[in-house]
C-alpha cells in the first residue's frame, strides 16, 4: 500500500486533465471512471498501476509542467502581447512606412516568450 499512495496523491492533483487520464486508461488498458461521480479509490485500486509507475509518475508531472505553463501563458504573456503596440509611421511621402515606437524591448520581449514557451 505504502507504493500504490505516491501514485494516488499524484493523480489527486489538481493538474491532472482529462488528457492525462486518457493517457492512463490506454496504457494500463483499463477503464477508470475519473469523470464519474461514483469515482472511489477502489476503482482507481483495481487498476495495475504499479505496473506503469515511472510513465504514470512522468505524466503526473509533466501535468504540473503544462499547467505552469498555462498559467504563464495566460497570464503574463497573454497580457503582454494583448497590450502591445507597434507604431506605423509614414516615411518621407512614400507608400512603404517603417515601424516606429521601441521594436527593440518588443523584440526583446518576443524571444523571452518564445524562450519561457520551449
Do not use: G
Given at each position: 500500500m505504502a507504493l500504490i499512495l505516491?501514485?494516488?496523491q499524484s493523480l489527486a492533483d489538481p493538474s491532472i486533465r482529462p488528457r492525462h487520464w486518457d493517457e492512463i486508461i490506454e496504457m494500463t488498458k483499463s477503464e477508470i471512471p475519473y469523470d464519474d461521480?461514483?469515482?472511489l479509490l477502489?476503482?482507481?485500486l483495481a487498476v495495475p498501476l504499479l505496473k506503469h509507475q515511472d510513465?504514470?509518475?512522468d505524466i503526473?508531472?509533466?501535468a504540473v509542467k503544462q499547467l505552469?505553463?498555462?498559467g504563464t501563458l495566460n497570464g503574463e504573456i497573454?497580457?503582454?502581447w494583448e497590450e502591445c503596440e507597434l507604431e506605423v509611421k509614414g516615411y518621407k511621402?512614400?507608400?512603404n512606412c517603417m515601424l516606429g515606437g521601441n521594436i527593440q524591448d518588443i523584440q526583446e520581449k518576443l524571444e523571452e516568450h518564445i524562450m519561457a514557451l520551449n
Open positions: 505516491p501514485l494516488v461521480e461514483t469515482f477502489k476503482d482507481l510513465d504514470i509518475l503526473a508531472e509533466s505552469k505553463l498555462e497573454s497580457k503582454f511621402n512614400v507608400e
